[in-house]
């Protein structure tokens, strides 16, 4: 039996409530938050995460692949235009340029990312070239942007979004250097799923920290940081302050600690506390993270209350709010 097969035989209790493209925008109940080891399931974080997961579900019924559901959910967050911490329409740099970072990764270690890539529609279609046609994991900058090229990608034109540009003009009036992270439109979007088979996969994008440092890069194109997958044990994806993030390793972090036992939601715990431990300021440093094994359990914390993300299953596409370390 096909690997898609497989999948919709799993899927046919769940279809008749869960529909490709519908989505429920309430918070789950505390018994809807329980429910764990469901298989397939979908995660990605913040609410552009409930059209994300429609679209990934899509993906998965139609394919079967896991890795295809990952790709397809957050390129409908890379388009996006009323998102301005993702895509060629996030918010730019101290320079005005709008430059973006992505990554995916597969159970099996296979991975790839890009970073500080400039004019290109869909930077997670570009890790996952970067992935499967060259012998690297990391292409950055003018060597991403060329890669692209070669491989056919249209390059867009440079120019702000509507949006972004009112937001740049406005921020050039006192020109901040340190945007406060809780107030900050900063949203990465990471997704994470597991398929009816066990097999796992992951993917991260974003257009980076708000009027950052021209070349400055965030943990969401650094495997270990704002993503990791492993088959044998489960992945994590994160969200926030990249330079926090990176720091800890935070979704390596989460994935080895639970290889050592603790569930997906005892290691997000963890690795907040970690963060908040190696963070200075942390009063204006938001990150939250995701986390799921090879069970379908699940686990999401934040360093402060705001954080919440998508969860689909043969049960529905639902908003779950996050614990958090610091309470409101």
């Not at 090229?149 to 901040?176: C, H, M, N, R």
């Not at 994160?238 to 603790?262: D, N, P, Y």
């Amino acid at each position: 039996m096909s690997q898609r097969r497989k999948f919709i035989k799993q899927s046919i209790l769940g279809s008749a409530i869960f529909l490709p493209g519908v989505t429920s925008a309430y918070t789950a109940t505390p018994a809807e938050r329980s429910v764990a080891g469901e298989k397939p399931l979908i995660l990605s974080t913040w609410n552009h995460g409930l059209p994300a997961n429609a679209d990934a579900w899509a993906k998965l019924k139609e394919t079967g692949s896991i890795l295809d559901a990952v790709e397809a959910g957050v390129r409908n967050t890379e388009l996006d235009l009323t998102n301005l911490s993702v895509g060629l329409q996030g918010l730019p740099d101290r320079e005005g340029i709008t430059t973006l970072d992505a990554s995916i990764m597969t159970g099996d270690g296979a991975c790839g990312s890009v970073a500080f890539v400039r004019q290109i529609k869909h930077p997670i279609t570009l890790a996952r070239a970067v992935m499967e046609k060259t012998p690297h994991v990391m292409i950055v900058g003018e060597g991403a942007r060329q890669f692209a090229i070669a491989e056919g990608f249209p390059i867009e034109e440079e120019v702000l979004s509507p949006e972004a540009q009112k937001a740049y003009d406005k921020w050039k009036v006192t020109s901040q250097y340190k945007p406060i992270i809780n107030i900050e439109n900063h949203d990465t979007i990471g997704m994470i799923g597991l398929d009816a088979n066990g097999k796992l996969a992951g993917s991260c994008t974003t257009s980076g920290l708000s009027y950052k440092m021209h070349g400055r890069v965030g943990d969401s194109p650094i495997i270990g940081a704002g993503l990791f997958v492993d088959d044998e044990v489960g992945a994590a994806t994160a969200t926030g302050l990249g330079e926090s993030i990176i720091r800890i390793c935070g979704s390596f972090l989460i994935v080895e600690l639970m290889r050592q036992g603790r569930t997906p939601q005892e290691a997000c715990e963890e690795a907040v506390k970690r963060l908040i431990s190696k963070n200075k300021n942390i009063k204006d440093i938001q990150a939250g993270f995701l986390a799921i094994n090879k069970d379908g359990e699940t686990g999401a914390y934040a360093v402060h209350p705001g954080f919440n993300f998508a969860k689909a299953s043969t049960s529905g596409n639902l908003m779950v709010d996050s614990k958090s370390h610091f309470k409101p």
